[in-house]
Each structure stands twice: as C-alpha cells, then as structure tokens.
Nanobody, 119 residues
Framework: QVQLVESGGGLVQPGGSLRLSCAASGFSLDYYAIGWFRQAPGKEREVVSCISSSDDSPYYGDSVKGRFTISRDNAKNTVYLQMNNLKPEDTAVYYC????????????WGQGTQVTVSS
C-alpha cells in the first residue's frame, strides 16, 4: 500500500529551523516527483517545494525560496524539507505526496505534521 508519513514538525521561534521528513512505504519514492505542501487555517493548500525523480531543478514557492531546501535520501526512501529562518507565516500543517498520473495524489492526504513558528 502506498503511504507517505510526515514528521519533524514542532514549535520553533522565528528564525529557527526544522527538518521535515516524508517517509514512503509501499513504493520507492525515488521514481516519482515528490512535493511538500502546506495549509494554514482558513487558507488553501499551497505548494511549498517539489523535487523530481531525477533530483533536478527543484521547485520552491516564492515565499520559501532561499530559506527551504528539499532533498531526498533514496536509501531511506525519504524526502526531506530543511526549513531555515522560519517565519510566523510558515505556520501550517505540512504534507507530502507523490506525483502520479492524476497529479499529486499518489497517496492519500494524511495527517501531515504541524509547524508552528511563534515567539
């Protein structure tokens, strides 16, 4: 069964850092583009970053460009999102998913991991 489980969220102060993990099971995520998404209360889910199966030309949303870095570890079947210089507006639930024929719906949208940036 295709599953992706997010972890690594927490409460940090502005300017702090977190490293999110997206652990895949039931498939090898290195064959797929993987995206990180986030959704804040009352707002639409937005794309944060995406990494291709070839690990080429990762995408970053304008709001996180220069602060976040997406990477993959094929041996661990995991994709990471390193988040530096966090801002209060980064507060959201973060999700990951793989890109299949119908878009970023390779797995069901799960629980996500909560990131809260506050002093």
């Amino acid at each position: 069964q295709v599953q992706l489980v997010e972890s690594g969220g927490g409460l940090v102060q502005p300017g702090g850092s977190l490293r999110l993990s997206c652990a895949a099971s039931g498939f090898s995520l290195d064959y797929y583009a993987i995206g990180w998404f986030r959704q804040a209360p009352g707002k639409e889910r937005e794309v944060v970053s995406c990494i291709s199966s070839s690990d080429d030309s990762p995408y970053y949303g304008d709001s996180v460009k220069g602060r976040f870095t997406i990477s993959r570890d094929n041996a661990k079947n995991t994709v990471y999102l390193q988040m530096n210089n966090l801002k209060p507006e980064d507060t959201a639930v973060y999700y990951c998913n793989g890109h299949g024929p119908s878009g970023f719906s390779l797995g069901s949208w799960g629980q996500g991991t909560q990131v809260t940036v506050s002093s």
